[in-house]
Nanobody
Framework: QVQLVESGGGLVQAGGTLRLSCAAS????????MGWYRQAPGKQRELVAS???????NYADSVKGRGTISRDNAKNTVYLQMNSLKPEDTAVYYC???????????????WGQGTQVTVSS
C-alpha cells in the first residue's frame, strides 16, 4: 500500500506565503515524477508544478515566478512554496506521485487526499 500525506494548507492573506508538503510512504522501489495540481470550485484540475527525479521543473504560467517546487528524495517528499498569493490561487491542492511498486514495473500515479488553500483578499 502507498500513502501520500499532505500538509501545509490553510487560510492566507493575499500577498502571503504558503508551503505545502507531501510525503510518500509504503511499499515501492522508486519515485519518478512528483507534482502538485489544484482544483478550484467549478473548474477542472490543473497542473501547478512538477519535478523529475533529475530535478527538472515545470510550472503553470499562472504560478511562474511565484511558485517553487522541490523534492527531498531521502524523505520521499515533495514541496511547493507559493509566494505573493492571490485570491485566484484558492483551490484544493493535490500532490501527485508516479512511483514503481517493484523493479521492472511501470510507474503508477498516486494522489494525495488534497489540502485546501484559501487566499483572502
Amino acid at each position: 500500500q502507498v500513502q501520500l500525506v499532505e500538509s501545509g494548507g490553510g487560510l492566507v492573506q493575499a500577498g502571503g506565503t504558503l508551503r505545502l508538503s507531501c510525503a510518500a510512504s509504503g511499499r515501492f522501489v522508486r519515485i519518478d515524477a512528483m507534482g502538485w495540481y489544484r482544483q478550484a470550485p467549478g473548474k477542472q484540475r490543473e497542473l501547478v508544478a512538477s519535478i523529475t527525479t533529475a530535478g527538472t521543473t515545470n510550472y503553470a504560467d499562472s504560478v511562474k515566478g511565484r511558485g517553487t517546487i522541490s523534492r527531498d528524495n531521502a524523505k520521499n517528499t515533495v514541496y511547493l512554496q507559493m509566494n505573493s498569493l492571490k485570491p485566484e490561487d484558492t483551490a484544493v491542492y493535490y500532490c501527485n506521485v508516479n512511483l514503481r511498486s517493484s523493479w521492472g514495473r511501470q510507474g503508477i500515479d498516486y494522489w494525495g487526499q488534497g489540502t485546501q488553500v484559501t487566499v483572502s483578499s
